[in-house]
């Protein structure tokens, strides 16, 4: 079975604050994905990476950056938390050779608290 | 998440009853189509994908169905169970190589027993 982890379920952070989001693929996925999800609004694309120190925008990068250093990684990074940021945060990966539509595996999702 | 359901419109059905979810999509041009199921606490997991070279696509217990004409697509579940309640999202591409997936924003199933 596919995994994709992230490395906290749950976190509080403070306004300003620098946080990393983690993500970690073990089958060796080309494309990785971050998303946010809030209540009412869906899923909405952060960042993907379709290869290693790859990153591409997806439709709401402000506030946020990424990190693809090794293919099984990809790392959201928030260079100085807000409030807006509270969300919930999923990363996805997808199979090889589906591009970039293809179906896609989620992790469990992390749920960020700005205070 | 455990609260992503609280603001989306809410299907409730019987148990042993069959369900459709439906989901109007927004691109024509859209030829890539995938149903996720999303349990409380857990991300999003594929259910059933369709081209839009096909009208009606079957799984294990489920069918999506498209209808390109309106922009429509469903998913029915049959004999619901109470193991189907979750947020249910449907997506869409074009299947080149830079498209990515849109969701929709989901509906929740509940099953009463």
């Known amino acids: 079975d596919v995994k994709v982890t992230q490395s906290s379920r749950y976190l509080v952070k403070r306004t300003g604050e620098k946080v990393f989001l983690e993500c970690v693929q073990d089958?060796?996925?080309?494309?990785m994905f971050w998303y946010r999800q809030d209540p009412g609004l869906g899923l909405r694309l952060i960042y993907f990476?379709?290869?290693?120190?790859?990153?591409e925008k997806g439709d709401i990068p402000e506030g946020y950056s990424v990190s693809r250093e090794k293919k099984e990684r990809f790392s959201l990074i928030l260079e100085s938390a807000s409030t807006n940021q509270t969300s919930m945060y999923l990363c996805?990966?997808?199979?090889?050779?589906?591009?970039?539509?293809?179906?896609?595996?989620f992790g469990p999702g992390t749920r960020l608290t700005v205070t | 998440g455990e609260s992503v359901g609280l603001h989306l419109p809410t299907l409730s059905v019987q148990e042993g009853d069959n369900s459709i979810i439906n989901c109007a999509y927004s691109?024509?041009?859209?030829?890539?189509f995938i149903w996720y199921k999303q349990e409380s606490g857990k991300g999003p997991q594929f259910i059933i994908d369709?081209?839009?070279?096909?009208d009606k696509r079957q799984g294990q217990r489920v069918t999506v169905l498209l209808n390109k004409t309106v922009k429509h697509l469903s998913l029915q579940i049959a004999a619901t169970q109470p193991g189907d309640s979750a947020v249910y999202f449907c997506?869409?591409?074009?299947?080149?190589?830079?498209?990515?997936?849109?969701f929709g924003k989901g509906i929740t199933l509940s099953v009463r027993p």
């Open positions: 996805a990966s997808t199979v090889a050779g589906t591009g970039l539509y293809g179906e896609q595996y």
């Open positions: 089958m060796d996925h080309e494309n």
């Open positions: 990476s379709y290869d290693v120190k790859m990153k």
């Open positions: 691109n024509s041009a859209s030829d890539y």
């Open positions: 369709i081209r839009s070279n096909m």
């Open positions: 997506a869409e591409s074009l299947t080149g190589a830079n498209s990515k997936l849109t």
